[in-house]
Nanobody
Framework: EVQLVESGGGLVQAGGSLRLSCTVF????????IGWFRQAPGKEREGVSC????????YYRDSVKGRFTISSDNAESTVYLQMNSLKPEDTAVYYC?????????????????????WGRGTQVTVSS
């Protein structure tokens, strides 16, 4: 059974840091790219970052560049999202997702329908 399990969310003050983890089960880690998305109340789900775990290619949305870093531990089948200098507007439920078709990534990595599997999400709240 395919599963993606997020952890590491919580409440943090503006300027603080959190590290999210996404551990995957049920498929070969290197065959997929793992993306991080977020969804704030009343807003659409948006792509935050993505890593093609086979070669380390990464993608970021502009608003998190320089603050967030995606990385992976292939031995642990886990992808991390290190979030620094957090802002209140980063508050959302964060989801990880997996996609097998790498050809889609350069143009569609931030588009939710691109992805095959999803986790249940973890809440990140940044207070001002």
């Amino acid at each position: 059974e395919v599963q993606l399990v997020e952890s590491g969310g919580g409440l943090v003050q503006a300027g603080g840091s959190l590290r999210l983890s996404c551990t995957v089960f049920g498929f070969t880690f290197d065959d997929y790219a793992i993306g991080w998305f977020r969804q704030a109340p009343g807003k659409e789900r948006e792509g935050v970052s993505c890593e093609r775990t086979s070669d380390g290619t990464t993608y970021y949305r502009d608003s998190v560049k320089g603050r967030f870093t995606i990385s992976s531990d292939n031995a642990e089948s886990t992808v991390y999202l290190q979030m620094n200098s957090l802002k209140p507007e980063d508050t959302a439920v964060y989801y990880c997702a997996a996609v097998r078709n790498m050809l889609l990534l350069p143009t569609l990595w931030a588009y939710p329908p691109t992805y095959d599997y999803w986790g249940r999400g973890t809440q990140v709240t940044v207070s001002s």
